[in-house]
């Protein structure tokens, strides 16, 4: 399968810069992928569509504000940092998966820890940022590159850093299409109302659509709400350079399924309710945890990497975003939907002006 395959040609307008004036304001594009017909709506309507005695699945993490600027004392540079995580987490179950549907559970992990004097970072012009390269950051901190781990680097710092550092120094980590810096906003609107665990470097975005009043017309519905955690990796955004599909290697993300959550999720599979994973990361954490036909409760991480091919044994229907051209995420939705017909709906939100990606409309594909 050739990664050109998910190619679109978007015009540059239609990214979304700024979130809407409000939250719930975006447009909603409800696809039936079993005969590909769409219907416009707004993501306040959204219980209109979905049925009675539906589980939605919403993730939970918060986003650090792990983007730092560092002034380099080889060159006087300064160069932009977004900080991951720890590197002295501790090890997780291993849940290995792609198209073809391969399944590893091993043993169990814990929570990663919030505070370390080793992160591993990204950063900007990374070809020229060399192991040895020390950094002066925010704080009177220095930081020193120990380790070239691929696309990412390992920063040694001169003290213990953890999320009081980086909420007081750090940047809203905006995705790179936002050209534009973060400001005060971004601080709240790129965060979803329910997030509560701290860890992603980028925002499970499809989230940011709900407001309270949303959740609880869900509620009053008789929709039931839960809520698991996978900490958001940068990856997630990144572009398929691999010429063919299956050559591409997906980043490693933790997750947690509370054993509360899990019981509810495998009754309403035995019971035929249906199942809504409010994000592809929700999804991503489900089907990795799914496993000689139930869901598994616990830690883990998951390299998962979802392609057209995929068989999916949790998530019935997906609230999502418009994704980017040749992502994992747009290999994601169409994996769940058709390629012919995710790229249908696509063209169709183009002619229609969705706004795209991170800040853009949403898609319920049912």
């Not at 973060?182 to 709900?210: K, M, N, V």
């Not at 698991?228 to 990796?233: C, D, K, M, R």
């Not at 799914?290 to 019935?316: A, C, M, N, Q």
Request: glycine residues 6%; aromatic residues 10%.
């Amino acid at each position: 399968m050739r990664t050109d395959d998910f190619y679109f040609d978007l015009p540059e307008t239609l990214i979304a810069q700024y979130p809407p004036r409000e939250r719930g304001e975006s447009r909603l594009m409800v696809l039936d992928r079993s005969n590909g017909e769409t219907i416009d709506a707004m993501v306040s309507d959204i219980t209109s569509f979905v049925e009675l005695g539906t589980l939605m699945v919403f993730n939970d993490s918060k986003v650090r504000k792990a983007r730092l600027y560092g002034i380099c004392a080889q060159t006087g540079a300064r160069v932009e940092f977004i900080f991951l995580t720890p590197v002295d987490a501790p090890a997780a179950k291993q849940v290995v998966q792609k198209g073809g549907d391969d399944r590893v559970l091993v043993a169990p992990a814990q929570q990663i820890p919030s505070t370390s004097r080793l992160w591993r970072a990204v950063c900007s012009k990374a070809k020229r940022q060399k192991v040895g390269r020390s950094y002066a950051f925010p704080g009177d901190i220095k930081g020193i590159i120990v380790e070239d781990a691929h696309d990412e680097k390992i920063i040694e710092f001169s003290s213990s850093l953890g999320d009081e550092y980086f909420d007081r120094y750090g940047h809203v980590p905006l995705p790179p299409y936002i050209k534009r810096e973060d400001t005060a906003a971004d601080e709240h609107r790129y965060q979803t109302i329910y997030a509560r665990r701290t860890g992603s470097a980028a925002s499970p975005t499809a989230g940011l659509h709900f407001t309270p009043e949303i959740l609880s017309h869900l509620r009053s519905r008789g929709i039931d709400i839960e809520y698991i955690t996978l900490h958001v990796g940068l990856g997630t955004f990144l572009p398929v350079r691999t010429e063919n599909v299956e050559d591409h290697r997906m980043h490693e993300e933790w997750f947690e399924i509370g054993t509360d959550v899990a019981e509810k999720i495998n009754a309403a599979k035995r019971e035929g309710r249906k199942v809504i994973a409010v994000g592809t990361t929700s999804l991503r954490a489900l089907e990795s945890a799914w496993s000689d036909g139930k869901l598994y409760p616990g830690d883990f991480s998951t390299r998962i990497f979802i392609f057209p091919g995929f068989e999916f044994h949790v998530v019935d229907s997906l609230f999502t975003n418009f994704h980017t051209p040749k992502s994992t995420l747009l290999m994601l939705v169409s994996a769940f939907a058709g390629r012919e017909t995710i790229l249908k709906a696509y063209r169709t939100a183009i002619e229609k002006n969705y706004r795209f990606f991170s800040y853009g409309d949403a898609m319920l594909i049912l």
